[in-house]
């Protein structure tokens, strides 16, 4: 019974993360992709202008930075980072741009007796999106 929770958590995860990241074909037979918000494709590039990011490492908050992102890696951050032609600009100058949280401690269910396996999936998609609307990256649920 412990592994099926596991089970849903994985699957309502991997819904919120990958809504709308099917791949409808194979890669390179030429045809089209529907691709997510939150995962990048290979060679793509984005250039994120934050106003405000905060260094986690050194806890300091820095000012108009630029954050090149390629694929789905962070390549380069500062100030004065060039952004290559046709890359994607997402400007957040009047945003604070900070990397993604980790709550390790939630419970993504109701545990309610006699719920339905579909309702229960339904209520961790809901809390998985909530989440990472939030900013949370990275949940461990603690049911």
Known sequence: MRWQRGWFVGVA??????SGAVVWSQEGSGQPRETSPYLAAPAQVVAVRAGRLFDAK????LSNQVVLIKG???AE????????PGA???DLGGATVLPGMIDAHVHVGQN????????????????A??????????V????
């Open 13 to 18: 995860l991997g819904v919120v993360g990958l």
């Open 58 to 61: 050194t806890g300091r908050m």
């Open 72 to 74: 789905d890696r962070v």
């Open 77 to 84: 951050i500062g100030p004065s980072v060039p952004i290559p």
């Open 88 to 90: 994607r600009v997402i």
């Open 112 to 127: 309610l007796p006699n719920e339905s396996v579909e309702h229960r999936t339904m209520i961790m998609v809901q809390s």
């Open 129 to 138: 999106q909530r989440d990472l609307d939030a900013g949370f990256t990275t």
């Open 140 to 143: 461990v649920d603690m049911d």
